[in-house]
């Protein structure tokens, strides 16, 4: 059967706004009724989503700015920009909150109300590329100490919010956004208490291949993992012959994903080194990537890897004006230098994609079950075809 001529001409719109980056999409919300519906529609807002997850030109960095205000900026993400000028302002959503992490489109962030305490009074989930946002469920347990992690499964198509106890002496909890309420996690192999239970540092949860990951005070040979999907949990390996925690060194060390691989870095105020694990969960694979002079920062984070292989660092400085001062620069010492304020300075930055995904509508979004000709049909039924 020869699909119409209104069904074909829809699809080759369709494979052609897939393509197109969020900005200019806003911009064809204006030129027909068909066009505003179809940007409208969830299967087309999943389907140019998971175009843009494998594109590595559709991600960005966003940046926290403080000063006498707190400011959200993103810019685009290229090796070879030293100065970025194509930032703009991006509305932010409380005034007292932390950005714990992001995951694809979407940031985790707790915010505080009432009195000043260590733990959150609410998370939420935000969206910047549309400025909206979703409230969790509250939590069972507010004061206790944790940390958080955000992900997405592929299994059941769904967002996930893992809440770890920093001390391990409780189960950890789990949220799902299609269901929507905090479940406390019962595993065959439950997280174990002692060696790698007690959580280091006050890093997020890195998130990839489907698994939260973390390091544990005991951590000395390997990391903790929860799949994301049967909640099992798992040591990966660290690399061979590196001791975490060495006596008498100031060091601080962590785990991140860089290019969809999960790494180990750590650092004093001298040297950083970096380790990146090429074949997930085989410690053969481990290969040193880089070891650097620290410049004086007391923190050196990895925050992306280029295709022609630099890596984005985040440098954490002592400054006699600010205290701290963040600095961003490439692993061949490039200064990414940003367009803003002289009286503001820079608070923090996470990697993210652009995305029109809806928060309130992700039951509505398919599977995977959903082809574009039944999309299409479905549109003329409604007389959505011009």
Not at 281 to 288: A, L
Not at 331 to 342: R, T
Not at 360 to 382: G, N, S, V
Request: contains cysteine; hydrophobic residues 35%.
């Amino acid at each position: 059967m020869v699909m119409g001529t209104d069904l074909l001409e829809e699809e080759i719109l369709i494979d052609i706004l897939t393509k197109l980056p969020v900005k200019s999409l806003f911009r064809f919300k204006c030129v027909s009724k068909s066009c505003k519906t179809l940007l409208a529609e969830p299967y087309f807002k999943k389907k140019h989503h998971n175009h843009a997850k494998n594109q590595p030109d559709s991600q960005k960095l966003l940046i926290v700015i403080g000063g006498k205000n707190l400011n959200f900026y993103c810019t685009s993400l290229s090796p070879n920009r030293l100065l970025v000028n194509d930032i703009h302002t991006t509305p932010k959503p409380f005034s007292r909150y932390k950005m714990y992490c992001c995951c694809d489109a979407l940031f985790l962030i707790g915010i505080w109300t009432g009195l000043s305490r260590d733990q959150p009074t609410m998370l939420l989930l935000w969206n910047p590329t549309t400025s909206e946002s979703i409230v969790l469920p509250p939590l069972e347990s507010p004061e206790q100490e944790s940390t958080y992690g955000l992900g997405y499964d592929s299994t059941s198509d769904d967002y996930k919010v893992l809440r770890i106890d920093k001390e391990g002496t409780a189960l950890d909890e789990i949220v799902a956004l299609k269901i929507g309420s905090w479940r406390k996690i019962y595993s065959p192999l439950v997280r174990p208490v002692g060696d790698g239970s007690i959580l280091y540092g006050k890093e997020c949860l890195s998130f990839v291949n489907g698994a939260f990951h973390w390091l544990g005070i005991d951590s000395s040979e390997s990391m903790m993992s929860l799949n994301i999907s049967d909640e099992t949990y798992k040591r990966i390996p660290l690399p061979k012959n590196v001791g975490l925690y060495p006596e008498s060194v100031t060091i601080e060390e962590g785990i991140s994903v860089l290019g969809s691989m999960i790494c180990l870095f750590n650092s004093n105020e001298i040297t950083f080194n970096l380790w990146i694990m090429k074949e997930y969960g085989v410690q053969e694979s481990w290969i040193k990537l880089l070891t650097l002079p620290c410049n004086g920062a007391f923190s050196v984070i990895p925050v992306y890897s280029f295709s022609d292989g630099k890596v984005l660092l985040r440098y954490e400085c002592r400054d006699e004006l600010r205290g701290i001062k963040v600095i961003y620069r490439t692993c061949d010492d490039q200064i990414w230098s940003f367009d803003i304020d002289p009286l503001s300075f820079i608070l923090d930055g996470f990697v993210y994609m652009e995305s029109l995904i809806n928060l309130r509508e992700i039951d509505a979004y398919p599977i995977h079950k959903q082809t574009d000709l039944a999309f299409l049909r479905k549109r003329k039924r409604e007389g959505l075809l011009e």
